[in-house]
Every structure is written in C-alpha cells, then in structure tokens.
C-alpha cells in the first residue's frame, strides 16, 4: 500500500533521457520533478512550457514506469521584491497551466518568507504575512482551478509564513477549495527547539509517543488535503534541529508514519529528500519491508 519515490533532483543536474534512466535503477513509484534543479538539457525560463514539451517530460519518465507525483517550483510567494514576486507567481501558474500534459496534477511549493532567500525573517511570522500568503495562494489556486490541477502547500516551522499546524489548517479555511492541497513533510513541522514531551520537559531524542502522537495531530487537522509526503529524517544537535538527513538516518518515527500513512493515506506517494545515491537503493529496499510490516 505504499508508493515510495525520489527526488530527481537528489541524483544529479542532468540530461532528461540520462536522468530518467539513472533514477529508474532504483525503480521508484514517482518522483519529484524540478526542473530547473534536475535538467540540464531542457529550458526552463519563462514561457518555456507548452504542452508537447510537458508531453516529452512525462513520457520520457512514463517509458521507465515512473510517475511525476509533484512538478516543483519552489518561489516565495511573499517576495519582499513585488517585481521578483509577480515573476514567480507567473512561473507557478504556467506550471499549473500544462502540468496536467505532464501526467502529473501538483506544482508544489513551500510558502515563504520575508527575506527574499527564504531564509528566517520574524517579520514571516506577522498576520501582514500571512496576508500577503493568502492573496498569493488564491490566486494561484484560482488559476489551478482552471486548469484542473492542484497547489501543493509545504509548510516549514520558525522558517516559513506556514510555521505550524494551525498556520497551516488556518490557510486551508481562509482558501476553500479542493484545489489547494498539502504535501505533508513531518520533520519539517518539528519545532526548531525540540518537541515536548507530555510533561512538557524536551528530550534529546523525541519519544515514540510524543512523535506519534505529533503526527496523529497532523492526521487529525488536514489528512484529508495531503497530497504527497515527503520523507527525511533529523536529529536534535544541543538544542538545534537537523532536519536534512536522509531518511533513515536519524531519529524519527518512520514506522510508526508509515504505519499512520498506511492507514489513512493508503497509496500515497511517498517522497525521499536528500536521498543518498549510494544508499537509496537499500534505503528504498528496508522502507518496502517495513511497510510491509504490521
């Protein structure tokens, strides 16, 4: 009952034909598709997209028996610049506009902040940003509308204009549409500082009930508007998170996730970050046992 992918662009810059042959080695349910960050040999300034070149992508991967799960094009949707802003905004919706010929429904995107590089901002964190989000989501999911496609929100703690679960579900019911949806990343949601325990006390390493029960709280507030998951690990590092290890190299969860996953998302596609090359074949490999596993 799972679908586990990749990232194309963990493997490598690269031609589409070379690309799709190196990723279907490891013989992934799906990926996701940046185009910008994973080929070299296919244009990707605005105006580029059209739907034979939308066409070319998805077969070139469809040959190989992998689907595109999310189309990435990652802006800041709260741009302090409003020139740079619009600039991305118009690059969003022409992905939504043919990403369908890809064979693909979700453009993704995570949400923001007020330094132009993404980067933590505490200005991020005030209702005017939030605002300014929500002016730049409807509008996008006004044009995924349209075309038939979905927005894919990915939310980012301390970082990003969607910080928090209830950042994330109060997006979701200022913006009601089935076209607005969200690709789910756990560790990314993991507070900065550490997760509290019950008693409130924050452990070097998160207990299974505490991480558990962190996800069901996700399940609980939007399961029904996840997409896609994406798949990493972390740990706490005195006091500071790492939230960039690839997956099964530190101390999360991951069979009580797919566990949840299974139960509530079952098929949904399950996306690896920072994967390792090397290792991602048996990391792809144990992630199958496991999710076979009761």
């Not at 619009?86 to 429904?105: I, Q, S």
């Not at 706490?236 to 991951?254: A, M, P």
Request: proline share 7%; net charge negative; aromatic share 8%.
């Amino acid at each position: 009952m799972m679908r586990f992918g990749l990232r194309a662009h963990d493997f490598g810059k690269l031609p589409l034909t070379v690309l799709a042959d190196t990723l279907s080695a490891y013989e992934p349910a799906s990926i996701q598709l940046a185009l910008a960050k994973a080929l070299s040999d296919t244009p990707s300034f605005p105006g580029a997209l059209s739907p034979g070149y939308a066409r070319r992508l998805g077969e070139a991967f469809a040959r190989k028996h992998i689907d595109i799960a999310i189309l990435g094009c990652y802006i800041n949707p709260i741009h302090p610049d409003p020139e740079a802003r619009e600039v991305g905004l118009k690059r969003f919706e022409e992905h939504l506009r043919f990403v369908r010929d890809m064979g693909c429904a979700v453009v993704g995107t995570e949400t923001g902040s007020c330094n132009a590089d993404c980067s933590y901002h505490p200005d991020t964190d005030s209702p005017a940003a939030f605002d300014s989000l929500i002016d730049s989501l409807e509008r996008l999911v006004r044009t995924a509308e349209r075309f038939g496609a979905i927005v894919g929100i990915e939310a980012v703690a301390h970082q990003h204009t969607l910080s928090s679960i209830p950042k994330l579900v109060e997006a979701l019911r200022r913006i009601d549409s089935p076209n607005l949806q969200v690709i789910y990343d756990p560790v990314n949601l993991l507070p900065p500082e550490g997760l509290p325990e019950a008693d409130g006390t924050i452990l070097a390493v998160p207990s299974i009930t505490t991480q558990r029960n962190f996800f069901r709280q996700a399940f609980d507030q939007f399961g029904d508007r996840i997409v896609a998951v994406h798949l990493k690990d972390f740990r706490y590092d005195h006091g500071r998170k790492l939230g960039d290890l690839s997956t099964l190299t530190g101390n999360l969860d991951t069979q009580g996730l797919l566990n949840m996953l299974a139960q509530h998302k079952p098929f949904v596609d399950i996306l690896l970050e920072n994967s390792d090359p090397y290792s991602a074949r048996a990391t792809l490999a144990t992630l199958r046992g496991m999710s076979d596993a009761p």
